[in-house]
């Protein structure tokens, strides 16, 4: 075997993952379908990333955040939620949590970027690109990928960060349940007229939701829910049209709107595996939990995830034991399923509250929200959720 671990999928978790191995000294295949240029210079697909405090320490740990220039991070100061057409919001400040930013704001290509040049002076790193794994197995010793073109690597482990549809988790016969929500979520940047003060706005309205996140200058990342066949006309609309409907809906917070990307579609699938390992094979990132965007948790637990799975083989080798034992995956999926099971359900029991439009949901969100202001220790363990703050 000439690898020790082989990675599958290098996306953001799966990038993560390897450059928190590469100081190991173990030999690392990562096999990325994608072209090695998409991932030198992954092209713009509308996803803006909030990332909480301890994402933003993970980052700075594996020196990722310090290739990311200054100018592509924006703070979020302060976020509402808004309830249909009524003015009250429950408001989060940073200064409730005494730090200067509640969260981060950066551009999902951008951490990508990062993350593949976190990795280039690792000699023990290779990076095969433009390798489709199709097949894989493992046994009591080793596990085995076979690629499209036929080639075959072996390893004693395989970690699979091959998104939420990850077919190799299949493969593996982990079983996962998914929650299809019939709606699709549409994302684009703005110019917005007013400033947007540093300020992340979740619009609860009842046809759709509409959040529009701050970033740097004058620019907003726009976050639309609605329901899928409603997608295609929305798509469709003239960038002038497109923008007199979001000022609309922003009721004017922003003055005059201008579109500034094309605007990205992506279907609303939530996944959780039922396990995030079996023997000598374990999945992180999307393909453990594929989070509903709603809370902006999905690659923040990835993230998290990817590192804990790290730090549990990183703690097996420096006290002599088998790095991709059954006892070192278990213990990772065990912290892992903990750490994301309550954020999962709830983001998930929020997301049917606010896409029903019944008279006893519209009292359920006026309530929660005002609980939400009122009951110090609700606050604080939402804000606690998610910033982050204290894992940090
Ligand atoms: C609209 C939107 C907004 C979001 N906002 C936030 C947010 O604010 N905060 C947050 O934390 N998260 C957010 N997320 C979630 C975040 O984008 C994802 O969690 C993250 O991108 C998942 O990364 P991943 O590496 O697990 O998977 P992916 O990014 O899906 O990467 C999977 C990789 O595997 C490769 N691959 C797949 N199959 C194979 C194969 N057979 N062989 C080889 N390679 C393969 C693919 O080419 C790809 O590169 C958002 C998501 C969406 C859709």
Known sequence: MNHDIIVIGAGPAGLSFTRDMAETGLNVALVEKQAEEILAEPPYDGREIALTHLSHKIMNGLGIWNLIPDEHISLIKTAKVLNGKSPYALSFDHEEVGEETLGFMISNHRIRKA???????????????????????????????ELADGERLEAPLII??????????RMMGISTSMLDFGRTCIVCTMEAELPHKDTAYECFHYDRTLAVLPMSKNQV??????KSEESAAVLEMSATAFAADIERRAEGRFGAMKLSSELFPYPLVA??????????????GDAAVGMH???????????????????EM???????CDFSSRTVLERYSRKHRRASLPLYHGTNAL?????????????????????????????????NQLTEIKAA
């Open 314 to 320: 990183k703690t097996a080798l420096q006290t002599g």
């Open 293 to 311: 965007p709603v809370t902006a948790h999905g690659f923040n637990l990835g993230l998290r995830g990817a590192h804990t799975l790290a730090n």
């Open 115 to 145: 993350a593949y040049e976190s990795l280039k002076s690792f000699s023990n790193i290779q990076i095969l690109t433009k390798k489709t794994v199709s097949k894989l197995g493992t046994d009591n010793e080793k596990g085995w990928v």
């Open 271 to 284: 996944t959780f595996a039922k396990t995030f390992y079996t023997n000598k094979f374990a999945i992180i």
């Open 351 to 383: 997301v049917r509250l606010y896409t029903k439009d019944t008279p006893s949901a519209k009292f359920a969100r006026r309530t929660l929200l005002r609980l939400g202001n009122r009951i110090g220790p609700a606050k604080r363990l939402i804000m």
């Open 160 to 169: 699979s960060a091959d998104s939420r549809f990850s077919a190799t988790r």
């Open 221 to 226: 990342s726009i976050v639309i829910t609605l």
